[in-house]
């Protein structure tokens, strides 16, 4: 099995649970296998062309942040370690390694949980026709990559297909109820507040990211990925120029390049060349190194 995991991975003994764009699941005993691929997906779809050692730097940085934040709130990361991991996945070890999270099993809390602390994206766009995002109200005359006064949450429903939908605070009461939704709202905003920060003194701007949760023993915690360039809008700080798109740290760039070819953004997406992926690859592990202090 290739440990780019470019294509569905089987490994025998475990049950395969679900695939996503990115990730595999699989199911172990009472916890979840969290595989992340070498795929990238742009637009709603996966692209044939793996982007190397991608899977392995979402994960790690995962993994930094867990920890990073669990003051805040508690998490469902086990161990990102392989050579933690229960001796019957020894045998998988190397395919596993660096890109695997094994996590607690949880009842997902269908909300995406996004802080927005710039103008940008699909936030710009909304802005720019009703001076609002989500619902939220903002001062007039802000330009695109603006830093907002203060972070504001604008939620999403989780959809199984196609894009998540931007929904108002009110919608989300309705749909987990108040008291959830304004834990979620709580959270979300404190773990971006001190991650951004951290990222900041770093030379990162979070522009913007999102969270997801779940119930674990009748209390919420942090699941999935988190603060990662798939997740996150990460900004060199030393580059910031409002008024325009950012340069970016995470796969902006792929999308950039996708926007010159004549293509409908639907199934199959195009190759990308070498240079493409080489400066991508770049990217990434340049922010990690420079959130973590660590080469991968």
Not at 67 to 81: R, V
Request: proline letters at 6%.
């Amino acid at each position: 099995m290739s440990n780019t995991l470019e294509n569905t991975s089987q490994f025998e003994g475990l049950h395969f649970v679900r695939r996503g764009k990115v990730r595999e699941i699989y199911d172990f005993q009472d916890k979840f296998l969290m595989i992340a691929s070498d795929r990238i997906s742009c637009f709603d779809v996966v692209l044939p062309t793996p982007i190397p050692r991608k899977g392995e730097i979402l994960t790690q940085i995962s993994a930094f942040w867990f920890d990073f934040i669990k003051d805040i709130i508690p998490n469902h990361l086990i161990s990102a370690n392989v050579d933690e991991f229960p001796k019957e996945l020894a045998k998988y070890k190397e395919a596993l390694r660096n890109r695997t999270m094994l996590v607690k099993k949880v009842k997902t809390i269908p909300v995406e949980c996004v802080v927005r602390g710039y103008l940008s994206g699909s936030g710009w766009k909304e802005y720019k026709d009703t001076q609002s995002v989500c619902g939220i109200h903002l001062p007039a005359g802000l330009k695109e990559s603006d830093k907002l006064p203060e972070p504001i949450f604008t939620p999403a429903t989780k959809e199984s297909v196609g894009h998540d939908m931007n929904v108002a605070f009110d919608d989300i009461k309705k749909e987990v109820g108040s008291d959830t939704a304004n834990f979620l709202k709580e959270t979300s905003l404190a773990i971006y507040k001190k991650a951004s920060a951290f990222a900041a003194e770093r030379g990162i701007i979070v522009a913007d990211t999102k969270f997801e949760f779940g119930w674990l023993d009748e209390k919420i915690i942090l699941i999935d990925e988190v603060l990662t360039p798939d997740s996150s809008r990460f900004w060199p700080k030393d580059q910031y120029n409002p008024g325009k798109a950012q340069p970016s740290f995470d796969k902006q760039y792929v999308r950039d390049y996708l926007l010159t070819l004549d293509w409908d953004k639907t199934y199959p997406g195009p190759k990308l060349p070498e240079k493409i992926v080489n400066h991508t690859v770049e990217k990434y592990l340049q922010a990690f190194k420079m959130l973590t202090g660590k080469v991968l």
